[in-house]
């Protein structure tokens, strides 16, 4: 033992007498606190996760046509993001929150949030815009706000509002209490985060990926990574283009069987748009 323990002491030494590895020293975006904070509420939810696919080639070819009659762009974000809140308004109890130990906050109106990347102060990070009452609003209003959020002033009436970056910027016990008090009043959160969230990040991979988030919110759809595959149409194999998404939501609301029949239902939105 005496000997062991001479060898781990000399180990030691030597391990604390060697010098800094090359490293530049940056100054933490104190911004990323939006983040922080996320994940903290996030991980206080029972999340559970269903992965799912789509078939491409019907969206892409209207969102081809629709740049070709309207004579602006339509993402593919927006697209996704203003089916969502068409079928979380036919299906409300999809973003419903708790209030106390025995009520529900079920809305009538689909407050969108859509991260979207931004830079902030010489950092990209993602940023949060909420589309209000998505699902009563046009698909090219809903684009036309994401879009706008893209470029709008940080700390304006977009993305990061002057309050929002106040409040990041507010010791961690202050924003702590925020969050509390958020969490117990259902309408204070709607009005901060949106009741539906949408993050697109795995759009910037190449070939199949699919996100599993960590979110405060009751439904999130993450929007995966594409890939070619091959399926079976009439008896012949036809190549097709494939989407990966993921659901991601509160268990404590929302069952399994409830959230494989609304993939069902998003998924024939997604059709019934395409063949407008």
């Given at each position: 033992?005496?000997?062991?323990?001479?060898?781990?002491?000399?180990q030691?030494?030597?391990?604390?007498?060697?010098?800094?590895?090359?490293?530049s020293?940056?100054?933490?975006?104190?911004l990323?606190?939006?983040?922080?904070?996320?994940?903290?509420?996030?991980?206080?939810?029972?999340?559970?996760?269903?992965?799912?696919?789509?078939?491409?080639?019907?969206i892409?070819?209207?969102?081809?046509?629709?740049?070709?009659?309207?004579?602006?762009p339509?993402?593919?974000?927006?697209?996704?993001?203003?089916?969502l809140a068409?079928a979380?308004?036919?299906?409300?109890?999809?973003?419903?929150?708790?209030?106390?130990?025995?009520?529900?906050?079920?809305?009538?109106?689909v407050?969108?949030?859509?991260?979207?990347?931004?830079?902030?102060?010489?950092?990209?990070?993602?940023?949060?815009?909420?589309?209000?009452?998505?699902?009563r609003?046009?698909?090219?209003?809903?684009?036309?706000?994401i879009?706008?959020?893209?470029?709008?002033?940080?700390?304006?009436?977009?993305?990061?509002p002057?309050l929002?970056?106040?409040f990041?910027q507010?010791?961690?016990?202050?924003?702590?209490a925020?969050?509390?008090?958020?969490?117990?009043?259902?309408?204070?959160?709607?009005q901060?985060?949106?009741?539906v969230?949408?993050?697109s990040?795995?759009?910037h991979?190449?070939?199949?990926?699919?996100v599993?988030?960590?979110?405060?919110?009751?439904?999130?759809?993450?929007i995966?990574?594409?890939?070619?595959?091959?399926?079976?149409?009439?008896?012949?194999?036809?190549?097709c283009?494939?989407?990966?998404?993921?659901?991601?939501?509160?268990?404590?609301?929302i069952?399994?069987?409830?959230l494989?029949?609304?993939?069902?239902?998003?998924?024939?939105?997604?059709?019934?748009?395409?063949?407008?």
């Amino acid at each position: 033992m005496a000997n062991l323990l001479s060898k781990a002491w000399a180990q030691l030494v030597v391990l604390l007498a060697q010098s800094p590895a090359p490293a530049s020293v940056q100054t933490f975006p104190v911004l990323r606190n939006f983040i922080l904070d996320v994940m903290a509420e996030g991980r206080r939810k029972n999340l559970i996760h269903l992965m799912f696919e789509v078939e491409l080639t019907p969206i892409r070819q209207y969102l081809a046509d629709y740049a070709r009659l309207q004579g602006e762009p339509l993402s593919m974000t927006a697209y996704l993001a203003k089916s969502l809140a068409d079928a979380v308004h036919e299906h409300k109890h999809m973003h419903a929150y708790r209030q106390g130990k025995s009520q529900l906050i079920v809305f009538d109106e689909v407050d969108l949030a859509v991260m979207v990347e931004r830079e902030v102060n010489g950092h990209l990070m993602p940023t949060n815009i909420i589309v209000r009452n998505a699902g009563r609003k046009s698909i090219q209003q809903v684009a036309r706000e994401i879009r706008s959020a893209k470029t709008a002033v940080i700390g304006d009436a977009g993305p990061l509002p002057a309050l929002d970056m106040l409040f990041f910027q507010m010791p961690r016990f202050l924003r702590r209490a925020v969050w509390w008090y958020l969490r117990r009043d259902p309408q204070a959160f709607k009005q901060i985060a949106g009741t539906v969230a949408v993050t697109s990040m795995g759009m910037h991979a190449q070939g199949a990926a699919v996100v599993i988030p960590v979110t405060p919110m009751t439904l999130t759809l993450s929007i995966g990574g594409s890939y070619r595959s091959v399926k079976m149409h009439n008896g012949d194999p036809v190549e097709c283009e494939m989407l990966q998404m993921n659901f991601s939501a509160d268990h404590d609301i929302i069952d399994g069987a409830p959230l494989m029949r609304f993939v069902e239902q998003y998924k024939q939105v997604l059709v019934q748009r395409a063949a407008e």
